[in-house]
């Protein structure tokens, strides 16, 4: 089994890339020194996970990809486990859902897809790879860029920043409910959407990472 440490590396890289990962923006989302994030790529660069150029950053090869793929099944797994049986909000999931990746054995991890009815996405409408990393085709798009006037319904909620998922989930701006684009601020990317018959404003940064399709929206 791949350490802690080199399957984070890995999972982390899909995240941002998984091409041309820069080794400072890589140090800041795992929050280590660039320093160290160096010395890692180059160890991962030794075992064909990752290519890495000096200075112009790294791309995870497909074995690396393929076992970052394995570490996001495992914790999106957990988190759907972790809210549908222990119904822990979903503030809550990705912290508890990290500490349980590194432990869950192929076998436990099928155990749990089948309990579960092998669901398709994790309670933050994010997909969930399937046993070989195959990822189902995306038609998702950030609200920011959503046309106006046009039905959809919320796909994706960020799951890293307690506060801005806090915020959504009192907004009501979570997976699976329906809203209207009304406005777009052409200054700061700001939108404004009809959501229950109300209007709710929307930072650029809040609706970039929200993400919304067609399918389903009335």
């Known amino acids: 089994m791949a350490s802690v440490a080199v399957e984070n590396y890995l999972k982390s890289m899909w995240e941002l890339g998984p091409a041309d990962v820069a080794t400072q923006e890589l140090a800041q989302h795992l929050a280590v020194a660039p320093a160290s994030a160096t010395r890692m790529l180059q160890r991962l660069s030794e075992r064909?996970?990752?290519?890495?150029?000096?200075?112009?950053?790294?791309?995870?090869?497909?074995?690396g990809e393929r076992k970052?793929?394995?570490v996001v099944r495992r914790h999106r797994l957990l988190e759907?486990?972790?809210?549908?049986?222990?119904?822990?909000?979903?503030?809550?999931?990705?912290?508890?859902?990290?500490?349980?990746?590194?432990a869950l054995s192929p076998a436990l991890e099928a155990a749990?897809?089948?309990?579960?009815?092998?669901?398709?996405?994790?309670p933050h409408g994010h997909?969930?790879?399937?046993p070989q990393g195959e990822l189902p085709p995306e038609g998702d798009v950030a609200l920011g860029d959503w046309p106006l006037d046009r039905p959809a319904k919320v796909s994706q909620v960020p799951d890293r920043d307690v506060e801005k998922l806090a915020w959504l989930e009192a907004q009501g701006l979570v997976p699976g409910r329906e809203l209207r684009l009304v406005a777009r601020d052409p200054f700061d990317g700001g939108v404004t959407v009809k959501l229950d018959g109300k209007l709710l404003q929307v930072a650029a940064s809040v609706a970039d990472e929200v993400r919304v399709s067609g399918e389903g929206a009335t």
């Open 127 to 130: 997909p969930i790879p399937g």
């Open 48 to 63: 064909g996970l990752v290519a890495h150029t000096p200075y112009r950053g790294a791309s995870l090869t497909t074995t």
């Open 80 to 102: 759907t486990f972790l809210a549908r049986t222990l119904k822990l909000g979903r503030d809550q999931l990705h912290d508890e859902a990290e500490r349980l990746e590194h």
């Open 112 to 122: 749990i897809d089948d309990y579960l009815g092998n669901p398709q996405r994790d």
């Open 68 to 70: 970052a793929l394995a």
